[in-house]
């Protein structure tokens, strides 16, 4: 065989602390390259044969290997191709010794797994020249395995996060939905139904009823701006201020001397306008109608705060909407709410429901909006309780086509049986 020219150089060797194997079966050729490199910087390691230099890389893996092709045995572009098939964490950068200068075999020994070739006679320039590019590469293809290191972990990590967010997310949606009215209320001829759907988890659509006097019911549906977690944990807070029968816990409530009443919507309006901006620092804000409903005379009074018109039906099937508007609570401090009134004869009711429904996306690029909403309502006009709010958002959903419903969707429908 033939060695390594006498040339000598003063380039500096790359600085690395590996091991590079010098892998031929001509003991005066390892040793040739061996005081060639004996300056290199490596932990330098020689095998005689290809079968001994892969046992050394299972036990030890090497940084670098130059192999000779032409071998006793199994030759240097087999034992490449079997070390490109071991399972190793760090990239062996192989170059190959051949006295093969055929492009066809050049051509395969890169495609066997090979990253360089010298052609022999060897220049020790060449030789440097080669590992210092090879040393190159290796820096690069360490530096791309630990950012991808970093990332796998980043992205496990995010996984787990995300797995933990989840299971909380729905543990939040089973206590949101517990404050939902799980049954209609009735009473004589009259029921209250009741139907929340969040887009998400959770929701910032909230809706219930409160006991005022004996034979009226207080009953109101909000919609925090917004979508998530923040819009959800506000309407905790504010379902909060309209529950329950004490006028301690409840503020549209208040005593007289008579006993328990409650206030007249607009006030109820007023005082949560003030407590809101007063007690909640938030950029939120939010809509709201809100009602009481004397079972007695079938009068609703309500306030409508920068909430969608309440849908009356008659008892001829005629829809019209009522109130007159407001703005929402939450951006004007001196806000003013005014009272609206409707009179529910046997056989009619009144729909108080979420923007999500009217904005609710139609094929062909519009919304259902209060005319497509009163179709609907006219066209199951047969349909009452719990059957006409599921008929409702069965529509729009196939609206949507099964996806994701945009926006919660809530509702509360009230109706005097006769």
């Given at each position: 065989?033939?060695?390594?020219?006498?040339?000598?150089?003063?380039?500096?060797?790359?600085?690395?602390?590996?091991?590079?194997?010098?892998?031929?079966?001509?003991?005066?050729?390892?040793?040739?390259?061996?005081?060639?490199?004996s300056n290199s910087?490596?932990?330098?390691?020689?095998?005689?044969s290809?079968?001994?230099a892969?046992?050394?890389?299972?036990?030890?893996?090497?940084?670098?290997?130059?192999?000779?092709?032409?071998?006793?045995?199994?030759?240097?572009?087999?034992?490449c191709?079997?070390l490109?098939?071991?399972?190793d964490?760090?990239?062996i950068?192989?170059?190959?010794?051949t006295?093969?200068?055929?492009?066809?075999d050049?051509?395969?020994?890169?495609?066997?797994?090979a990253d360089?070739?010298?052609?022999?006679?060897l220049?020790g320039?060449?030789l440097?020249?080669?590992?210092?590019?090879?040393?190159?590469?290796?820096k690069?293809?360490?530096e791309?395995?630990?950012?991808?290191?970093?990332?796998?972990?980043?992205?496990?990590k995010?996984?787990?996060?995300?797995a933990?967010?989840d299971?909380?997310?729905?543990?939040?949606?089973k206590?949101?939905?517990?404050?939902?009215?799980?049954?209609?209320?009735?009473?004589?001829?009259?029921?209250?139904?009741?139907a929340?759907?969040?887009?998400?988890?959770?929701?910032?659509d909230?809706?219930?009823?409160?006991?005022?006097?004996?034979?009226?019911v207080?009953?109101?549906?909000?919609?925090?701006s917004?979508?998530?977690?923040?819009?959800?944990?506000?309407?905790?807070?504010?379902?909060?201020?309209?529950s329950g029968?004490?006028?301690?816990?409840?503020?549209?409530?208040?005593?007289?001397?008579?006993?328990?009443?409650?206030?007249s919507?607009?006030?109820v309006?007023?005082?949560?306008?003030?407590r809101?901006?007063g007690?909640?620092d938030t950029d939120?804000?939010?809509?709201i109608?809100?009602?009481?409903?004397?079972?007695?005379?079938?009068q609703?009074t309500f306030?409508?705060?920068?909430?969608?018109?309440?849908?009356f039906?008659?008892?001829?099937?005629?829809?019209?909407?009522?109130?007159?508007g407001?703005?929402?609570?939450?951006l004007l401090?001196?806000?003013?709410?005014?009272?609206?009134?409707v009179?529910?004869?046997?056989?009619?009711?009144?729909?108080?429901?979420?923007?999500?429904?009217?904005?609710?996306p139609?094929p062909?690029?519009?919304?259902?909006?209060?005319?497509?909403?009163?179709?609907?309502?006219?066209?199951?006009r047969?349909?009452?309780?719990?059957?006409?709010?599921?008929?409702?958002?069965w529509e729009?959903?196939?609206?949507?086509d099964?996806g994701?419903?945009?926006?919660?969707?809530?509702a509360?429908?009230?109706?005097?049986?006769?």
């Open positions: 065989m033939t060695g390594i020219s006498s040339v000598h150089s003063t380039s500096v060797w790359p600085s690395a602390n590996g091991r590079l194997l010098v892998v031929d079966d001509s003991r005066l050729q390892r040793r040739i390259l061996l005081s060639a490199l910087g490596y932990e330098l390691v020689e095998a005689a290809a079968e001994e892969l046992e050394i890389c299972r036990a030890a893996p090497p940084r670098i290997v130059i192999s000779d092709w032409m071998m006793p045995g199994m030759s240097g572009l087999d034992f191709r079997i490109r098939t071991m399972d964490d760090s990239y950068y192989f170059i190959i010794l006295s093969k200068s055929d492009k066809e050049l051509a395969l020994a890169l495609r066997e797994g360089d070739f010298l052609s022999k006679p220049s320039e060449e440097r020249a080669r590992i210092a590019a090879g040393e190159r590469l290796l690069v293809s360490g791309l395995r630990e950012k991808n290191r970093i990332i796998s972990t980043t992205l496990e995010v996984r787990d996060l995300n933990a967010l299971r909380d997310l729905v543990e939040a949606r206590l949101q939905m517990s404050l939902v009215p799980r049954c209609p209320v009735e009473q004589g001829p009259w029921r209250i139904s009741f929340l759907q969040p887009s998400g988890h959770v929701g910032g909230m809706i219930g009823t409160f006991a005022t006097q004996p034979g009226r207080g009953v109101y549906l909000l919609d925090v917004g979508h998530g977690i923040a819009s959800a944990l506000i309407t905790a807070r504010l379902s909060s201020w309209l029968s004490d006028p301690e816990s409840n503020m549209a409530l208040t005593r007289t001397g008579a006993g328990v009443r409650m206030h919507p607009d006030e309006c007023r005082r949560l306008n003030t809101f901006m007690d909640i939120h804000y939010f809509t109608v809100l009602g009481e409903i004397d079972f007695a005379t079938g609703f306030c409508q705060a920068g909430h969608p018109h309440p849908l039906q008659g008892e001829g099937g005629e829809v019209s909407f009522q109130g007159a407001g703005p929402p609570i939450g401090e001196d806000a003013d709410f005014a009272v609206g009134e009179h529910l004869p046997p056989g009619s009711r009144i729909l108080l429901y979420s923007d999500g429904i009217t904005e609710c139609d062909g690029g519009g919304m259902l909006d209060e005319e497509g909403l009163a179709r609907l309502v006219r066209a199951r047969a349909m009452g309780g719990q059957s006409l709010l599921s008929a409702i958002s729009l959903c196939t609206m949507v099964d994701e419903m945009p926006d919660d969707l809530s509360v429908l009230i109706e005097h049986c006769g």
